[in-house]
């Protein structure tokens, strides 16, 4: 293979520099030009989706009739446009399932599309979500990844007959014999949860269907187009070459999280069809976090052969991935991405697996940064950590003990990854002698002396960069496979052109949300051809009907540096040695004579120069006067692709990823015994991902990794009630780290550079990702020997590992046992509280039963219809937060005990989702003959209310259930109820003129 | 003034030195005002609930949420956005900062971040690492993991005492 050689005699190596970025200087300006800064077409229209709140449901109807009477409104993009002109997307794995870019049968996640409207302005569109009636029939739902694995479970797809929609079973060497000869077993189960790394640029795209072609014409801030392409146009029904997808040329960070795009795309596109207009849809941070995309749950069963010493015979994994409701492109890769290095950093030959992909109605899974990598390390790790507990050993030990050899590369591991270069030992022996490993072990001796709470934790992760495309048919059977035809490989693309003036372009397949990309490559560039840096023009915007591009991973399992930036190198190459051709002959030497260096092209060891431009003009000025061959124009592509990633093998052997680059994390923490807090006393990160392109942005992609896994190890998580209510829709309730909860991490390098990359460069963004969560759990697990560490290890959590007794309850707070017989929802909240009426019981009680008296004292009651006894059909807004919705609801008074009891109960629903709660009211008689109202009270909700609501959810109710019984209250006492805003205008004028104040 | 729900109403305001006029709803959002009607794309809207702080701009010379405002809100003041920051050709002392210190990835969180220190700053014109922390808690970045910004933020307010030392 080609590695790197230093291109030039010049003493300023571009390659390997601290370079400032090149994109800084538009985006410090507020000059980048992201998704929704692009131009449209006038008379573009803008799309609003209408959204199911519910997990599990039948559609029985969708009325938009009303919508299409609103201001502004064109058209309503509903499941039956999509079936008449669309395809579900293909998924990876033979199952009779149909995911289709907008609902047509039944819905299975909350936040899934059901309908799209297309009116004049976002705002319109928005409103008229409100003119669109879809009546629902619930199904129960089903959350649990191992509930939904059960044969009674409610299945998502019927034609499927089960949730469990592949299944694999993998055996490499001999791990029955292994683990019957092992002296120990040590085995553990683990949970990895949901989370994003949420880029702040929510998902655009601009969608335009040209009638007289049959070409969509798409603009998104979409991470591709790539393998996905084939899926989107085959969604769309059309060749490829009529689906024109565009990126632009900056994207307010991805992740992997921008992938999941794809389905507007196809939404979208059809959106346009329909309304015979450009529609533009603007993603909103709510239908993000509740309905982009997620990180792959994952419920691991891992379990070790182990010797007396620590070392590793034998590994079984049993896993399950929950995909969510829909297997979604590129799912189940987040199982096969990890697959061939399933044993890590480890010399363990024998291996057993057994992988489930599981559906459960939760958003489907996708992309996110280190995919596949935190859920894999966060059981092998853990375990190591665990053997070591278990066999009283030092867990850094059992690391050492097990790594594969420095000398044994390249490595061919169990599951068929080809280790391409490193050295583990070294790796660790560094970050251990530069991180300070022995004051750290110090440190929590004396802390402990103390009786505070300390740990320490370790993770050796291997990180894989530059996917094989062929990884996902792992999936299949080997039969299945052969039949499919062979799947491998990975296409980078590069194309530089060199114009009139010598002025330098160049082009790159790539699509980077953030990484510097243009940085990098005018590094390669200029370093290959002794250009200056800041002439060279990148330009990374894609558009699949002009650009260059093939079948890769993008941007992608961190292939930049490895792949593309090496793409770059041999387009740079191929330029180079045209115009060596063309200056030897002109400056009468030998090709092997010439070199290339600030800016003039010329002969070694003093002999003749000519300016850079002036040769490379000739390609276009003076063509005739070429050397033979050379055809004039000076532009070349390089497509490469390396052969090391070959199809995965009839013994399920597959070489996964290109590289695998090395990180071992040392951290030290502190845990607050009373809050559960948990304080990082130091991170130690060591990376091995061979050559450095630019030391500077690798550091930044490894602090912005770091804070990503320290996230998602303390923090991150999108929760879900047991109806299938997402509860994490704003960033108030999905918490990501902000700037005072981050500690800046030590970070250390060492160079081993791959022998399979044109550079040598391996991939390095998503290490800490992986190593991060498991670091921080095994550190946390030292502290409070435990082993049962879930993420995320929030405050909470961690109290109640370090075990706490419940104070028996206060006496007259136990809870009301009827009351439970709401029926689950999202977050159901009780309470309880009491108000004085200056009248008796009696009076008290009657006045509730009035209609009108109940219709007064509703915060928010339009109207009030009785629907028959004491029950009654309402019209009510209710605002919660930020969310403000008419419900149409319903409103009952039973177990009348009158005097003394009776309870109060409503439930409602709207465009903002559903509420339900009740309230058992008590009437006290007080000695002065005035009546104490007591009240205690449960509301559940879910939909949107319960994706943003969430944490208001506790004021707003006792806000609206007091207000219920004030306002019951005042009217009892002879206190008017103003409920119109005239009333309370009136009021509020009153109380400006002293008059003293109605309300 | 009263207007109805679907009238439009001229805002008149200043933006970055330029007065500038255009109609907006009543309900439209300052962001969006700004982005969409006066072309000030530097704004960028990342949560719409005052959290994330990617809107962030200056109005009448305080850090605040565009996203939180209405467009009329705007009307007859001062807005300063990130567009104001950089002469033609030069960048501010922060921005170059920014640059220097890898303060930036993907951008889209950097205009807010840069207009709550342009505020941050002058109100608090030697700031501690902690103070400084505690501002950037108003904006989130998933790129940087905020090293990088809370270096440049340090530097500047250093250089900026220095130089108010040789000048006294």
Known sequence: MTTFQPATESPTSHIGARQTRVEDAALLRGLGCYADDAAIPPGTLHAAIIRSPHAHARITSVDFSRALLMKGVHGVLVGEDVKRWALPFPVGVRQPMEHWCVAVDKVRYVGEPVAVVIAESRYLAEDAIEGVRVEYEPLPPIIDPELATAEQAPVLHEAVGSNVVNERHFRYGEPEQAFEQAPHKVSLKVKFPRSSCTPIECYVVLAQYERATGIYD??????????????????????????????????????????????????????????????????????????????????????????????????????????????????????????????????????????????????????????????????LERLLQHIAVQLKLDPLDVIRRNLVPADAFPYRAAAGALLDSGNYQAGIALAAADGGLDELLKRRDQARAEGRIYGIGYAAVIEPSISNMGYITTAMTPEERRKAGPKNGAVATATINVGPLGDVSVHVSSAPQGQGHQTTVAQVVAEVLGVALESIVVNVELDTQKDAWSIASGNYSSRFAGAVAGAVYKAALKIRDRLAAIAAEQLQASPEDIRFAGGKIFVVNGGAVAPFHRIAGATHWSPGLLPEGENGGLRETAFWSPPQLEAPDDKDQVNSSLCYGFVFDICGLEIDRMTGEIHIDRYVTCHDAGRLLNPALVDGQIR??????????????????????????????????????????????????????????????????????????????????????????????????????????????????????????????????????????????????????????????????????????????????????????KVALSDLDPPHSLRLSGSGSSSMGSAQGQAKVRFVELENGHTRLEYQYQVAVSGKVAAVGGRMLQGASKVIIGQIFTRLSQRVSGQAISTGWWARLRASLGALFGKGGAQ | MRVTADQTFPIRLELNGRSREALAEPRTQLCDFLRHDLGATGVHVGCEHGVCGACTVLVDGVAMRSCLMLAVQGHERRIETVESLADDDTLSDLQQAFRRHHALQCGFCTAGILMSCVDFLERVPNPDETQVRDMLSGHLCRCTGYTGIVQAVLEVAAQRQTNKGVKQ
Not at chain 1, 237 to 264: A, E, W
Not at chain 1, 309 to 337: H, K, M, N, S, V
Request: charged share 20%.
């Open chain 1, 218 to 379: 798409v603009l998104a801030n979409f991470q591709g187009p790539y393998a996905l392409h084939t899926v989107m146009a085959r969604a769309l029904n059309v060749p490829g070459n009529r689906l024109r997808l565009r990126t632009p040329k900056d994207s307010g960070g991805s992740f992997g999280i921008k992938q999941g795009v794809f389905p507007y795309v196809v939404m979208m596109g059809l959106a346009s069809r329909k309304v015979g207009a450009p529609v533009k849809w603007v993603e909103d941070r709510l239908e993000h976090l509740q309905g982009a995309s997620s990180a792959t749950n994952r419920v691991t069963e891992i379990e070790a052969a182990v010797e007396a010493d620590g070392r590793i015979t034998a590994l079984r994994y049993d896993q399950i991935d929950d995909c969510g409701a829909y297997l979604r492109a590129p799912e189940p890769a987040t199982f096969y991405r990890m697959h061939g290095n399933l044993t890590g950093a480890y010399a363990i030959r024998n291996l057993q697996v057994r992988n489930r992909v599981v559906l459960t109605n939760k958003t489907p899974s996708g992309l996110n940064r280190g995919f596949g990598g935190p859920q894999v390390y966060f059981a």
């Open chain 1, 704 to 889: 912005g990794g770091f804070t990503q896994g320290l996230g998602a190890a303390l923090m991150e998580e999108f929760a879900y009630g047991e109806d299938g209510s997402f509860l994490s829709g704003t960033f108030a309730d999905y918490l990501v780290p902000t700037a005072p909860e981050v500690i800046e991490p030590m970070i250390l390098h060492m160079e081993t550079p791959s022998p399979f990359t044109p550079l040598g460069a391996k991939g390095v963004g998503e290490g800490n990702n992986m190593s991060t969560p498991v670091c921080v759990a095994n550190a946390v697990a030292d502290a409070l020997g435990r082993s049962d560490i879930r993420l995320p290890l929030t405050p909470s959590k961690v109290r109640t590992l370090i075990g706490i007794d419940e104070p028996p309850r206060p006496a007259g707070m136990e809870p009301d046992e009827n009351l439970d017989a709401v029926p689950a929802g999202g977050p159901a909240l009780r309470a309880n509280d009491s108000v004085v009426i200056p009248a008796s019981p009696q009076q008290v009680f009657d006045t509730l039963l009035d209609p009108q008296t109940l219709a007064a004292i509703i915060p928010g009651c339009h109207d009030l219809v009785l629907e028959g006894e004491n029950r009654y059909r309402a019209d009510v807004t209710v605002g919660v937060g930020m969310i403000r919705a008419r419900f149409e609801a």
